[in-house]
């Protein structure tokens, strides 16, 4: 079983929908958690940087971490078709802060 | 700024060759970070380097893979004795720390497509 588990997708939905994107993991050690997105051909991008529990927003998005569930999420809010990419969870332990653990991403498609 | 960039963009070579992939980070930045992605999965972490050092290189899949950064600055990934089931994606990034601050996001090049036939 992987460190961290995400849903494939892929997802498709309506322009200004609510996209809801989400990560388990099994590693309790796991303290820094982020939200990165890659577009086709490019390299991941950070969106989202938590650490350790609760909620943080920026704009349109939401990451959400729940510790004592070991599952966080992402939500982008009024969606927009530029929000097309992959989205990939990733997280990392007080020791070893560089490795980045990634979940398998997530491919959206927002429709016009 | 300019971003990581990766040298070259795609690299296709026959099973048993020898191959180098070429990494430029940011400029200033100490850090540096080598991972690789399989068609459908999340990067899986490499090696990683401050400065001219490689701090961790537990994620190297075997004797096979190498990555040296003798000037602090850029970084080869080396790749001996090539196997079928090397061909991914493989990513470079670079910090201008390490660490749990907000100074540690990692900015990824494009990647280097490693195709071996």
């Known amino acids: 079983q992987k460190e961290v588990e995400q849903d494939p997708g892929p997802l498709s939905v309506p322009e200004g929908a609510i996209v809801s994107l989400n990560c388990t993991y099994s590693?309790?050690?796991?303290?820094?958690f982020m939200w990165y997105r890659q577009y086709s051909r490019k390299g991941p991008e950070l969106l989202m940087y938590t650490y350790s529990s609760g909620n943080k927003e920026d704009g349109r998005f939401t990451a959400q971490v729940d510790k004592s569930s070991k599952y966080i999420s992402l939500f982008i809010r009024d969606s927009q078709p530029s929000d097309s990419a992959t989205y990939l969870c990733a997280m990392s332990t007080l020791l070893h802060d560089y490795k980045l653990s990634f979940g398998a991403g997530t491919t959206v498609t927002v429709r016009a | 700024g300019a971003g990581v960039s990766q040298t070259p963009s795609n690299k296709v070579t026959e099973k048993g060759k020898y191959v180098e992939l070429r990494c430029d980070p940011i400029s200033g930045h100490t850090a540096l970070y080598w991972y690789r992605q399989s068609l459908g999965q999340g990067p899986e972490f490499l090696i990683y380097f401050q400065g001219t050092g490689a701090a961790d290189d537990s994620g190297l899949p075997n004797d096979r893979f190498f990555a040296v950064r003798p000037e602090g600055s850029v970084s080869t990934l080396k790749i001996q004795r090539t196997e079928r089931g090397d061909s991914a994606v493989y990513l470079c990034a670079s910090s201008l720390n390490p660490g749990g601050s907000p100074s540690y996001e990692q900015y990824f090049g494009p990647g280097t497509r490693l195709t071996v036939t």
């Open positions: 590693n309790s050690a796991f303290q820094y």
